[in-house]
């Protein structure tokens, strides 16, 4: 019966880990819809600025080491925008985060826009825009959270368990036959142990 019980948890925690990754994936889609995960979208800052207008007084008035400013009126550059309100939205350039910046002073490209003003992508094109970057992009300013692809860190401790469970599955096999009963009941409270461990850290983490 004990055994069993050790089987069972073991089999379990395998249906467990499988399940988690299309649970921490649902999960990350679910954040994305309500706003607590979200991109930013790369724009260029632009200004309708003369070549005169930077000899003119007022162009020589501003304070041209002001972020916003530098962006409004000199510096024609990529930021990074999202959460648009009214005219304004927020901008991030390199580690500056920069809230009513104008949208006038910004080009977008065609196929951001909709999805800067707040069109939602399908849960498939989501998955498939986190599974196309790169790890450096994720720490990068297009992403709100690198948690949002953390599902394939699930998928990765899947596999662990998965070969761990393999492996143990081999070793029942010769330590049965070779009549070791105590050994048996080890093997089995460990692999049972292991996958509880790994339930527990994957809820936490995850």
């Not at 395998?14 to 930013?40: C, H, N, P, T, W």
């Not at 930021?79 to 910046?101: K, Q, R």
């Amino acid at each position: 019966m004990k055994r069993i019980s050790y089987i069972i948890v073991i089999i379990m925690s395998l249906i467990f880990a499988v399940s988690d990754y299309f649970i921490v994936m649902r999960q990350s889609y679910d954040k994305y819809l309500e706003g607590e995960y979200f991109f930013r979208y790369q724009a260029q800052t632009v200004n309708d600025h003369t070549d005169d207008w930077y000899l003119s007084e007022a162009a020589m008035s501003l304070d041209a080491s002001d972020p916003k400013t530098s962006l409004m009126h000199f510096a024609k550059t990529t930021v990074y925008a999202w959460a648009p309100a009214g005219n304004n939205c927020t901008v991030l350039s390199g580690s500056y985060t920069i809230e009513d910046f104008p949208l006038g002073n910004l080009k977008f490209e065609d196929a951001d826009k909709d999805y800067f003003y707040g069109k939602k992508y399908t849960y498939d094109e989501y998955i498939e825009i986190l599974n196309g970057m790169t790890e450096e992009q994720l720490e990068g300013p297009r992403v709100s959270d690198s948690k949002m692809r953390s599902y394939l860190s699930v998928k990765r401790f899947m596999f662990i368990l998965i070969g761990v469970d393999v492996a143990l599955a081999i070793v029942l096999f010769f330590l049965y036959r070779a009549e070791l009963d105590g050994a048996v009941d080890l093997v089995l409270l460990l692999g049972a142990l292991y996958g509880f461990f790994f339930e527990v850290i994957t809820a936490f983490v995850f």
